[in-house]
């Protein structure tokens, strides 16, 4: 069963930065999409970005489009999302996960990390 390890989140004040990272416990092939997802209490799972593990490709929500970057390290096998003038509607647990396809839906990730809390004071 794969395992996905997310890390970087905390308490920033808004328009401050985080980076998010993820680790899954297997390898990553080119032919998979990860992505990043986030959840607010009483909120649905949303997406956030997504990038094609071999051609780099990156796909964001509008919400995030410009200030937050997806982003890859295939040697080190490691998911990163770069989040710059946070704002307090960015407050979530943000998830990483793995699927076979670019979707925005949850639904068509197969494997998720446990996820990481971000908190943006106002």
């Known amino acids: 069963q794969l395992e996905l390890v997310e890390s970087g989140g905390g308490l920033v004040q808004a328009g401050g930065s985080l980076r998010l990272s993820c680790v899954p416990s297997g390898r990553t092939y080119s032919s998979h999409v990860m992505a990043w997802f986030r959840q607010a209490p009483g909120k649905e799972r949303e997406f956030v970005a997504a990038?094609?593990?071999?051609?780099?490709?990156?796909y964001y929500a509008d919400s995030v489009k410009g200030r937050f970057t997806i982003s890859r390290d295939k040697a080190d096998n490691t998911l990163y999302l770069q989040m710059a003038t946070l704002e307090p509607e960015d407050a979530a647990r943000y998830y990483c996960?793995?699927?076979?396809?670019?979707?925005?839906?949850?639904?068509?990730?197969?494997?998720w990390g446990q996820g990481t809390q971000v908190t943006v004071s106002s």
């Open positions: 990038i094609r593990w071999g051609t780099g490709a990156t």
């Open positions: 996960a793995r699927g076979n396809s670019y979707d925005r839906s949850p639904t068509s990730y197969i494997y």
